[in-house]
T-cell receptor, first 116, second 109 residues
Framework: NAGVTQTPKFRVLKTGQSMTLLCAQD?????MYWYRQDPGMGLRLIHY???????AKGEVPDGYNVSRLKKQNFLLGLESAAPSQTSVYFC???????????????FGPGTRLTVL | GQQLNQSPQSMFIQEGEDVSMNCTSS?????WLWYKQDPGEGPVLLIA?????ELTSNGRLTAQFGITRKDSFLNISASIPSDVGIYFC?????????FGEGTQLTVNP
């Protein structure tokens, strides 16, 4: 099993450009998440999905959109990138959120995005 | 929103010393997790705690789920250089995972 994979690993954008980050998991997990990590602020939840075809807003959703067309994939889109979106983006997945071992979230290696 | 206060923010220790870090919150969590993150990598799960009062060990690591469900601690015994990294606590409530701000651990040989 590859676990959680993310593409690309690095990207540099100009302000106003758009891009899509791809997350894939091969663990048949129901739940998937997108986080951003900034220095001194830990990880903050952007959007999440509780199953194929569903998405929900997290703590910092503005400026991002997501889609979960297939159970194994969770896409994060930036329609018009801004310098404030320079960050490291992590995808994660879990089987459940009902309490117990299935709640554990497994993380991808991250995508480092710079917006100039 | 829910917040986790993690302390200390950083630690500089000598190889062989024991380490202790903790997280507290004003909110109750159903699950506590401890992750370690190496530079350029995603967080990797170290220990998961599912019941209030639970004490769990993983090698040299020991973590406890506070009896009030509002706190957790992580101890590392006999630290080694490869323990260097950022340690995050995380609490789960419903569908949300809330992270602490991390403890940067430096181990001097």
């Amino acid at each position: 099993n590859a676990g959680v994979t993310q593409t690309p690993k690095f990207r540099v954008l100009k302000t106003g450009q758009s891009m899509t980050l791809l997350c894939a998991q091969d663990m048949n997990h129901e739940y998937m998440y997108w986080y951003r990590q900034d220095p001194g602020m830990g990880l903050r939840l952007i959007h999440y999905s509780v199953g194929e075809g569903t998405t929900a807003k997290g703590e910092v959703p503005d400026g991002y959109n997501v889609s979960r067309l297939k159970k194994q994939n969770f896409l994060l889109g930036l329609e018009s990138a801004a310098p404030s979106q320079t960050s490291v983006y992590f995808c994660a997945s879990s089987q459940t959120t009902s309490g117990g071992p299935g709640d554990t979230q497994y993380f991808g290696p991250g995508t480092r995005l710079t917006v100039l | 929103g829910q917040q986790l206060n993690q302390s200390p923010q950083s630690m500089f220790i000598q190889e062989g010393e024991d380490v202790s870090m903790n997280c507290t919150s004003s909110s109750i969590f159903n699950t506590w997790l401890w992750y370690k993150q190496d530079p350029g990598e995603g967080p990797v799960l170290l220990i998961a705690l599912y019941k209030a009062g639970e004490l769990t060990s993983n090698g040299r690591l020991t973590a406890q789920f506070g009896i009030t469900r509002k706190d957790s601690f992580l101890n590392i015994s006999a630290s080694i250089p490869s323990d260097v990294g950022i340690y995050f606590c995380a609490g789960i409530r419903g569908s949300r995972l809330t992270f602490g701000e991390g403890t940067q651990l430096t181990v001097n040989p």
